[in-house]
């Protein structure tokens, strides 16, 4: 077993990236732009100039910035009024750690501020002993940055480190910091090229969980 463990947030911790997907859908809309139902999958996972360089590929018309705020606006707004529900498995996997002596970390695109109420929110902020924002590192996923930064602030080497993800982003950064990478898809399945990125994909948290718990992984 891995002497540390990174999390991300959406879409793997809570149930939030349908509502990521759904918005980034409504916003192409309020922007006069036909929505183009493989952009939020293009986009998930990634903030900063990576996110904005998505926008411009897929919509070039629009001013990345305002509609990447736009969306980001109206989500926090809808999660604020009704919070997320946590994820399949992520108590007991995050407990099984805990319990276990394994240093946990989230690293999340989203704000200190935003991952704190979130996590709060679903009852999941005790189990972390640090949390990594995208909004502090150059550059974000598909980019390492977010989980060096992470796997430095619990003390423990990238390599001894499980990376949990739902994004193909997500992945590739793990991958790109010498993690192990652990998927379990949520609105997009893994695909070929992610499967051999990644140490194992499993259908919920809970077989992850089971997989190590059985020293499989």
């Known amino acids: 077993m891995k002497r540390g463990a990174i999390f991300d947030m959406d879409g793997l911790l809570l149930d939030t990236e349908r509502v990521y997907q759904a918005i980034w859908m409504e916003t192409a809309e309020v922007f006069g732009q036909k929505p183009d139902p493989a952009f939020p999958i293009a986009v998930s996972g990634s903030n900063g100039e990576e996110l904005r360089a998505v926008v411009r590929r897929f919509y070039p018309e ?5 509609f990447r705020r736009r969306c980001l606006d109206r989500v926090e707004t809808l999660l604020d009024e009704s919070g997320a529900e946590v994820k399949l498995g992520a108590p007991e996997l995050l407990a099984f750690f805990r319990d276990h002596g394994i240093k946990i970390a ?21 189990f972390f002993d640090a949390i990594a924002s995208g909004l502090e590192v150059e550059r974000g996923k598909p980019s390492p940055d977010v989980f060096l930064l992470a796997a430095k602030r619990i003390g423990i080497p990238p390599e001894d480190c499980y990376v949990f993800e739902d994004s193909g982003n ?5 991958s790109a910091a010498g993690c192990a990478p652990v998927m379990v898809p949520d609105t997009a399945p893994a695909t070929e090229e992610l499967r051999g ?16 718990s059985a020293g499989r992984l």
Not at 109 to 114: D, K, L
Not at 116 to 126: C, F, I, S, T, V
């Open 62 to 66: 629009v001013d990345p910035e305002a």
């Open 106 to 126: 989230v690293a999340s695109s989203n704000s200190q501020e935003r991952i704190r109420k979130n996590l709060g929110q679903g009852g999941l902020l005790p």
């Open 170 to 174: 997500g992945i590739r950064a793990a």
């Open 197 to 212: 990125l990644c140490k194992a994909v499993c259908s919920s948290l809970l077989e992850a969980r089971d997989l190590i």
